[in-house]
């Protein structure tokens, strides 16, 4: 059985003393810390069908691009996580290999972006607010293969940190209408890239095809979501990457970069 260390019981109680005070996040990344080694971590909201925003991030200078500014201005419609939340994901501590699509590691978004943030693996404590939104601290973790003993680390610790982010955020006005209506905003640039994908060469059922191959789905469970047969799925990849002029996953990646980027120039 894991043993936490003793001084998480001093961290644990400046977290609670912080309670609704602005030292409330930097005291639970603490208290995390003296538990389990990462390389980077970061606090972030995610609303219902709307943009993610960063709260807290301490990500090395040299990684917050590909961190922090590629996520916000798009990536975050291809992450695992955030679909995850989507989809339903309760409060808790997940990691990557929960979560993440059957062919994620195999995929161009995994190989050209979480590769480029430089971590191993990925936990995530999850808590979900009552209002609709789920705060979610992630850790860069140092375990190419996630050991026992930091899952049964976070396992122990979990609990407390729901409860105490559960106290601090729904008690306090963190989300006033304009931070939920700058979301929306954002969200409905960042969806319209997804309606627009390919230029109008592609199909709806190619377009839904082509998101599903950038975010690391594989053959067989593209067909099973989509309710059609293998063979059809494959006719539909080589009829889109027919289109788009280009032979590997790793174009359709560039594609997908040069239109989220084109969207937030139009923007400007």
Not at 40 to 59: D, G, H, M, R, T
Not at 165 to 185: Q, R, V
Not at 222 to 235: D, F, H, Q, R
């Amino acid at each position: 059985m894991a043993q936490i260390p003793d001084s998480w019981h001093d961290h644990a109680a400046e977290v609670v003393s912080a309670i609704g005070t602005d030292h409330f996040p930097a005291k639970v990344i603490g208290a995390i810390s003296a538990v389990v080694r990462y390389n980077q971590i970061v606090i972030i909201s995610i609303p219902k069908a709307q943009s993610p925003n960063f709260w807290i991030s301490e990500v090395p200078a040299v990684r917050e691009k590909a961190v922090v500014d590629q996520y916000l201005n798009g990536c975050y419609l291809l992450d695992p996580w955030y679909h995850a939340y989507q989809e339903g994901l309760s409060s808790g501590v997940y990691f990557l290999e929960d979560i993440a699509p059957d062919d994620f590691y195999s995929s161009a978004y995994y190989w050209q972006y979480f590769k480029a943030i430089e971590i191993e693996n990925e936990a995530v404590i999850a808590v979900n607010l009552d209002s609709a939104i789920q705060i979610q601290i992630s850790m860069g973790l140092l375990e190419k293969v996630v050991s026992d003993e930091t899952k049964e680390k976070l396992a122990l610790i979990t609990p407390f940190i729901i409860a105490a982010s559960k106290k601090h955020w729904s008690d306090l006005n963190y989300f006033p209408e304009t931070f939920l209506e700058k979301s929306k905003i954002i969200h409905s640039h960042m969806t319209q890239v997804l309606n627009c994908f390919g230029n109008g060469r592609l199909t709806d059922r190619e377009r839904e095809i082509a998101i599903l191959i950038i975010r690391g789905y594989s053959l067989k469970a593209m067909s099973e979501m989509l309710g059609i047969a293998m063979g059809t799925t494959k006719v539909h990849c080589k009829n889109l990457y027919k289109k788009l002029d280009i032979s590997s996953q790793s174009e359709l990646f560039g594609i997908f970069l040069d239109d989220i980027t084109q969207t937030k120039e139009a923007k400007k």
